[in-house]
């Protein structure tokens, strides 16, 4: 599937940062697995997996509360 987006002329961002900020929103919230998010910007999972923390996800899928009870546990 593809979409076309307007983005305004202000945003400097190349189309791999937007595709990326898209892929790594998508990816935090659960909706692309890692993989599919790293075949949407073009990149391998594992090369993904290295850049999506610049944009402020974690790899780890925790939310606070769940890395507490993990913590707990040990």
């Given at each position: 599937?593809?979409?076309?987006?307007?983005?305004?002329?202000a945003?400097?961002?190349?189309?791999?940062?937007?595709?990326?900020?898209?892929?790594?929103?998508?990816?935090?919230?659960?909706?692309?697995s890692?993989?599919?998010?790293?075949?949407?910007?073009?990149?391998?999972?594992?090369?993904?997996?290295?850049?999506?923390?610049?944009?402020?996800?974690?790899?780890?899928?925790?939310?606070?509360?769940?890395?507490?009870?993990?913590?707990?546990?040990?």
């Amino acid at each position: 599937m593809t979409y076309q987006i307007k983005v305004p002329d202000a945003v400097q961002l190349s189309e791999f940062e937007l595709t990326m900020n898209i892929a790594a929103l998508l990816f935090d919230r659960g909706i692309l697995s890692s993989g599919q998010a790293a075949e949407m910007v073009g990149l391998s999972k594992r090369s993904f997996l290295e850049v999506v923390g610049k944009y402020g996800v974690s790899i780890f899928q925790y939310d606070e509360d769940e890395f507490q009870e993990e913590l707990d546990a040990i």
